[in-house]
């Protein structure tokens, strides 16, 4: 039921930026692309969401293509505390189904 | 920032017991809440979408009469695994949202552990 695609896994060095792509080719208009990530042995924290125009927080930037069957988090500097499994996911307007995928586990190197 | 809290954060019971587990957002009201599941180096899975007032939404291979999900206000879901085993051993997490389009905020999960 997921409908997106990731990488499994990406490595980063400490202080460096890091960009994690998402495919998501059948989103559909009304779908809101959704980044979290989760700590070992915790739950899912919120990073970041939007719906066609890029979005930026004190976390981390989402950029989304034109087409939106696409999308981007970029962590602009990298430390040892995101290190972390990053689930991209797209939440209907309707709120429910709110699958998750089998993310991209970021390893980030001292 | 928004907090659900999930409570007890690990529970170890014996094989036919029952385990409730509790979900509540603390500072607002959740339209709906979901609950997961999750196994050892595996992703979330949901087991079911629940919204105040009314029955909740199974997944598809997901039994609703062992695992029975109430959202009786819009501040607490509860699950309860009834007559557990011990492949129910698992981490399960809650999360809810205010509106249909805001972000989810999760609780910490629950580890459970069916002797």
């Known amino acids: 039921d997921a409908k997106t695609t990731q990488p499994n896994s990406m490595e980063s060095n400490e202080e460096e930026p890091v960009h994690l792509p998402c495919n998501h080719s059948?989103?559909?208009?009304?779908?809101?692309i959704h980044w979290y990530r989760q700590l070992p042995s915790q739950g899912p924290e919120y990073v970041i969401h939007?719906?066609?125009s890029n979005v930026n927080n004190r976390m981390a930037s989402l950029a989304i293509a034109e087409d939106r069957k696409s999308s981007t988090l970029i962590l602009h500097r990298a430390t040892l505390r995101d290190a972390a499994v990053y689930y991209c996911?797209?939440?209907?307007?309707?709120?429910?189904?709110?699958?998750f995928g089998t993310g991209t586990s970021l390893t980030v190197i001292p | 920032g928004a907090v659900v809290s999930q409570h007890p954060s690990w529970v170890i019971c014996k094989s036919g017991t029952s385990v409730k587990i509790e979900c509540r957002s603390l500072?607002?009201?959740?339209?709906?809440m979901f609950w997961y599941r999750q196994f050892p180096k595996q992703s979330l899975m949901l087991m079911a979408t629940?919204?105040?007032?009314?029955?909740?939404?199974?997944e598809q291979g997901v039994e609703k009469d062992k695992f029975l999900i109430n959202h009786a206000s819009l501040t607490l879901s509860t699950l309860t695994v009834t007559s557990a085993h011990p492949e129910d051993s698992s981490f399960y997490i809650c999360?809810?949202?205010?509106?249909?389009?805001?972000?989810?905020?999760f609780g910490n999960g629950t580890r459970l552990t069916v002797t």
């Open positions: 999360s809810a949202s205010r509106e249909p389009v805001s972000p989810l905020h």
């Open positions: 059948t989103i559909s208009g009304t779908d809101y």
């Open positions: 939007g719906l066609t």
């Open positions: 996911i797209l939440r209907p307007y309707t709120g429910n189904q709110f699958y």
């Open positions: 500072d607002f009201q959740a339209t709906t």
């Open positions: 629940s919204n105040e007032g009314s029955k909740a939404t199974y």
